[in-house]
């Protein structure tokens, strides 16, 4: 069993480079294809998976490194009934809203967290 890596971003993308900086480190680490990469997106980190790219910070990231996420066959979580889900329109990728009984088996599972 390969390990898993949780990602857990929280950081609004419109005013911080983590969440861009998170996406690139799952998209490099998961191609790797030598761990399980699991995205997690709370609070206005959600805004990371936003059509207009151009209106958060290090957008280059989000344009060059999401569609690699899609491709390694994982949804991305996100906080379950998150305010800004309304505020994405159509997405880069697929995700799937998570709540907090899933979120603490993903913790519960995962080998090793990386919090942005």
Do not use: C
Request: net charge negative; aromatic share 6%.
């Amino acid at each position: 069993m390969s390990p898993t890596v949780l990602l857990l971003v929280t950081s609004d993308p419109r005013t911080s480079p983590r969440p861009a900086e998170a996406i690139r480190i799952a998209a490099g680490v998961g191609t790797w294809k030598k761990a399980t990469v699991l995205l997690y997106l709370h609070g206005p980190a959600v805004l990371s998976l936003s059509e207009f790219a151009d209106e958060l910070v290090d957008e280059d990231n989000f344009n060059r490194y999401l569609p690699i996420l899609r491709d390694l066959g994982h949804p991305v979580h996100v906080e379950e009934g998150s305010s800004y889900l309304a505020e994405l329109g159509e997405t880069p990728v697929p995700y799937q809203q998570t709540g907090t009984t899933a979120l603490a088996t993903l913790l519960g599972n995962a080998t090793a967290i990386l919090r942005f």
